[in-house]
């Protein structure tokens, strides 16, 4: 049975302070709906920012050491890589994060907390489906003598082997395949580090927040005021920093092997799952299941079913009419909220042409897609022949997108296509596109 998208039942509400910032944050968890993703929402800011979480989100680990932050347009979320855990382990799709404050609050150093608190509320079932990064080729990448690679798998599986030149941490290896439940003690494995490393890291402003409690440090004669929860705590710890760290890019299926892997080394995994994903799907209109439609008219939900676009990239609201092999008629309502009017032009809104053209590209997406020879596919966009603007589109107009086959063979096809604003022509096209097995 195909997963399907999970969200939380009812709100969610934590405090506690920073592990490396040491200031009191406070973090509400709220349900949202499917498609939507982890969105992060700092509230203790005067113009509230929202940060979504993908694989472009990531900041360098060179300027945020020993954690894994996000950020957007210089808002910043430090130390999410617990709670990402947390949402991994449990198949939390769509969240949003409310918080006040740039970090995470550390609680006890593991994911525990956020688990605990999810489970009291419990998980809902959403309409849509995962929409899984399926790995279909080796991916590797290396620091030092620490490297992780990444192959094909049809689930995600982790093996990892840790390494320390410690007596008390030592070596060990786990191999954990992940099926959609908590696996064991997984998410209760917390935080440590070596006592020689305490003082670097609050010279670099590090570990403000980190106590004994909180923090497993480990001296030479062992553990300081504190003690293991269980035997491969520290193995298990590395393990769900990863877990958290890969949820950056959603639910991922592929095998994970790593060793003496840290958060550097993660997030340079995670900018090669970038650029893979970039090559797999980047300018291809793609089916996202074998989905085909029975009617004439497609609501927005049903047009994601067929293509991969979501928000703020999915520039059709609703196909009005589908002959399938034939013609389409898609509507683009442009507000004023748009993402693009921040920058295309403060104080003269101007929808860009080049995100008209793409809308139209959807549109004739859909009429390929819809086809059921086609199901499944990738439509990759190849040209766009015989451009012309006729006339701006502006906050408060509505694209009337009419799409027109030319020629429809099994790996190619073309299609004419015009876009309307009050029944006169604002711009128009041929576009053409390469069939593909997906």
Request: glycine share 8%; proline share 4%.
């Amino acid at each position: 049975m195909p997963e399907k998208q999970k969200t939380i039942k009812s709100r969610v509400f934590l405090e506690g302070i920073g592990l490396h910032t040491g200031k009191e944050t406070k973090l509400e968890l709220l349900p949202a709906p499917v498609d939507t993703g982890i969105i992060f929402m700092r509230k203790d800011i005067e113009v509230a920012s929202f940060i979504k979480v993908s694989l472009y989100s990531v900041l360098a680990p060179e300027k945020y050491p020993r954690r894994t932050s996000i950020g957007c347009d210089g808002v910043v979320v430090h130390t999410v890589e617990h709670l990402m855990a947390a949402l991994h382990l449990l198949g939390i799709d769509n969240l949003q994060v409310n918080i006040w404050g740039e970090e995470i609050p550390g609680l006890d150093g593991s994911a525990k907390h956020f688990v605990d608190k999810i489970r009291e509320v419990g998980c809902q079932e959403q309409s849509l489906e995962r929409d899984f990064l399926t790995i279909k080729e080796p991916l590797w990448v290396e620091e030092g003598s620490a490297s992780i690679v990444l192959l094909p798998y049809n689930s995600l599986r982790i093996s990892y082997v840790l390494d320390y030149d410690n007596p008390l941490i030592g070596s060990g290896y786990a191999d954990i395949a992940f099926n959609g439940s908590l696996k064991d003690n997984l998410y209760e494995a917390r935080t440590f580090c070596l006592e020689d490393e305490v003082k670097s890291l609050l010279s670099m402003g590090l570990g403000k927040g980190a106590n004994y409690k909180n923090t497993l440090v480990v001296s030479d004669k062992g553990i300081i005021d504190n003690k293991l929860r269980f035997e491969d705590e520290f193995l298990k710890h590395k393990v769900l920093d990863l877990v958290g760290d890969l949820y950056l890019s959603g639910p991922l299926r592929g095998h994970v092997i790593a060793i003496r892997g840290g958060h550097s080394l993660n997030i340079k995994l995670l900018n090669k799952l970038r650029r893979y994903k970039e090559k797999v799907k980047s300018a291809g209109i793609g089916s996202r299941t074998a989905y085909v439609p029975q009617g004439t008219e497609l609501s927005a939900q049903e047009i994601m079913k067929i293509l991969p676009h979501r928000y703020p990239f999915l520039l059709v609201d609703k196909i009005t009419h589908l002959d399938k092999g034939k013609k389409a008629i898609g509507i683009k309502s442009v507000t004023m909220n748009e993402y693009f009017f921040q920058g295309h032009f403060p104080g003269k809104p101007i929808m860009p042409g080049v995100l008209i053209i793409e809308a139209m590209a959807q549109v004739g997406g859909v009429l390929m897609l819809a086809c059921e020879e086609h199901k499944g596919k990738l439509a990759y966009f190849m040209a766009a022949d015989n451009i012309k603007f006729r006339k701006t589109v502006v906050p408060g107009d509505q694209l009337v997108i009419e799409v027109v086959v030319g020629k429809l063979r099994s790996r190619t096809g073309s299609v004419i296509t015009k876009a309307f604003v009050d029944g006169k022509v604002v711009a128009q096209a041929e576009l053409k596109f390469a069939m593909v097995e997906s």
